[in-house]
């Protein structure tokens, strides 16, 4: 087999300011004629860690791209089926197919059912339209082995059609030789259902790692992708990437956090108007002082509906996007960095906890925003620090840090849907727009009990707002928002929402909303006027917007 025009190209960063520099460019090549075809085909490049993650001043290689356009000239290829006893695990043996021809090339398929030898190694560079797994048949490891150098599994047509009803994996592996293993999926094909891909981590500092990738309208389908993390300081790690306008689809993508101090985390990568679509993006956390796993979305490459959860220092970073990114969710108590992008999160419905830390990610810039949309609920529970605004646009968003501020340094605003919880807003909060469908603050959901939400600058409410307060006459409490500084323009609405029945003692005082600063509270809730007597059960209040140390809104218990 001579093998043409295949090549990794590298990308570095930039430790300065996360931003690429131009790729440093690099055979890995198994003979002089490769070799010689250097600098002809170079197709694809890829991604980077912020440089928080990194060691100081440090620039690092990160992953490799491959070029899968292979021009390969093989003897005796061909479709063909593996033997129920071959020879060895050797995919590059005719002796092992029936017919005894090697499939390497564009039209062949590659059939599996039973065998005595299962695992697979394929070397060089391989390409085939169709792996097909039989039904009824064993479960394989294919590994596409690089013996030191460079390899390449290539799948280029209809993909994996995996019929066996059992798990069927796939190692792009990496070796103390300093090898790279690839695997590629172009044109349409897809990595099917019930498939493992395990991108292995390379133990020689250095030398890139194995890599799974995507071009054209590739797809993940529903397979599962293990990214590596580094085992040396210094190293590289497993990465999955995905170009063109190819899709992860329904897949799971893991990002391993690194092993050792020093270690980067494995990577999933989306570049060009490639697109998550419906995948679960996870980022693990790195070990023993390992950086993080990281997720990281390139160029207009897009989020769609995936789930994305992160932990520890395993992160999802903008970076190196042109503009914002929806995702479908956020889970878990990991880092999200922004950079200058507006990240919008529940196009999926979901309803999630995030836990960790929103952030810029960047000295350099300061215009990183939260958009929160879609039916379901997202819990922020960490003091975050992005500087952009805050904006609700559907569903919730539930607030329920204990320190700092769970929505930034920036301004919150709430078109359409919920903000709540019992947590702490450094920034101004207006709740609707005006002349929206209408959007609610409702301090304390979620609680158990009747709680607080803290706002440490002004509150104001539109007129389509509705304020929703809860009173459980059981235990004498009601919910509550601090503010400094209350406007309430015409037309805004007052809900009352009473728990329980218990008769409250006459002259009892809950204060609906405590004003922090030294002004009145300006206006008033459209059904809810200054003076007025409301009942609700067997208790009835009488409101005041003067109450409490003369400028709050008080219920106060009536006889």
Request: some cysteine; overall charge negative.
């Amino acid at each position: 087999m001579t093998p043409q025009n295949v090549f990794a190209t590298t990308r570095f960063m930039n430790s300065r300011n996360s931003a690429p520099i131009p790729p440093n460019r690099e055979a890995l090549h198994s003979s002089s004629e490769t070799s010689k075809a250097m600098n002809n085909n170079i197709s694809r490049a890829y991604a980077i860690v912020p440089s928080r993650l990194l060691q100081p001043g440090l620039t690092r290689l990160l992953l490799a791209g491959l070029i899968l356009t292979l021009s390969i000239q093989v003897l005796c290829a061909g479709s063909a089926m593996w033997d129920l006893n071959p020879l060895n695990g050797d995919w590059n043996t005719a002796a092992n197919w029936t017919p005894a021809t090697v499939p390497n090339g564009s039209a062949d398929t590659a059939t599996f059912r039973n065998s005595s030898t299962t695992d697979l190694s394929v070397s060089g560079f391989t390409e085939v339209n169709r792996i097909v797994f039989s039904q009824g048949g064993d479960a394989y490891t294919i590994v596409s082995n690089p013996k030191g150098d460079f390899s390449v599994l290539n799948i280029t047509g209809a993909g994996i059609s995996n019929d066996s009803g059992i798990v069927q994996n796939f190692v792009a592996a990496a070796d103390a030789a300093g090898g790279q293993g690839g695997i590629g999926f172009d044109g349409f094909a897809s990595a099917g259902s019930l498939t493992t891909f395990t991108n292995q981590a390379n133990p020689v500092v250095g030398i890139d790692s194995g890599v799974t990738d995507f071009l054209a309208t590739a797809s993940a389908g529903n397979g599962t992708f293990i990214n590596e993390g580094g085992v040396v300081s210094g190293g590289t790690a497993g990465v999955t990437v995905f170009f063109n306008s190819a899709t992860a689809a329904n897949a799971i993508l893991i990002s391993s956090g690194g092993t050792v101090s020093g270690a980067p985390g494995g990577s999933t990568t989306f570049t060009l108007k490639s697109h998550a679509r419906n995948a679960t993006l996870i980022a693990s956390s790195g070990i023993n002082g390992g950086g993080g796993g990281q997720i990281v979305f390139w160029d207009s490459s897009s989020g769609d509906t995936a789930r994305v959860e992160l932990f520890g220092n395993g992160f999802l970073s903008l970076a190196p996007h042109k503009g914002g990114v929806t995702v479908g969710s956020l889970e878990g108590d990991g880092v999200v960095q922004l950079f200058d992008h507006v990240l919008s999160v529940g196009s999926n419905d979901l309803s999630t906890t995030f836990s960790g830390v929103i952030e810029e990610g960047s000295s350099e810039v300061s215009g990183g925003a939260l958009t929160k949309l879609g039916a379901g609920t997202l819990t922020l529970t960490g003091a975050n620090t992005y500087p952009g605004s805050t904006r609700v646009t559907a569903g919730s968003l539930e607030l329920n840090n204990a320190t700092g501020s769970a929505t930034g340094t920036g301004a919150v605003k709430v078109d359409a849907g919920t903000l709540g919880g019992t947590g702490i807003i450094a920034g101004t909060v207006t709740v609707g727009s005006g002349s929206g469908a209408g959007a609610f603050l409702t301090p304390g959901q979620g609680a158990r009990r009747p709680a607080a939400l803290t706002i440490q600058s002004a509150l104001t409410f539109k007129a389509d707002a509705t304020y929703a307060c809860t009173l459980n006459s059981k235990k004498a409490k009601a919910d509550q928002v601090v503010a400094s500084g209350i406007t309430i323009e015409s037309g805004a609405q007052f809900k009352f929402i009473a728990i329980g029945n218990k008769r409250l003692s006459a002259g009892q005082v809950f204060t609906a909303i405590s004003n922090t600063s030294a002004t009145l509270i300006s206006g008033a809730f459209a059904n809810l006027p200054a003076g007025s007597t409301f009942t609700a059960g067997r208790n009835s209040f009488q409101v005041s917007y003067e109450g409490g140390d003369g400028n709050d809104l008080t219920l106060t218990v009536a006889p």
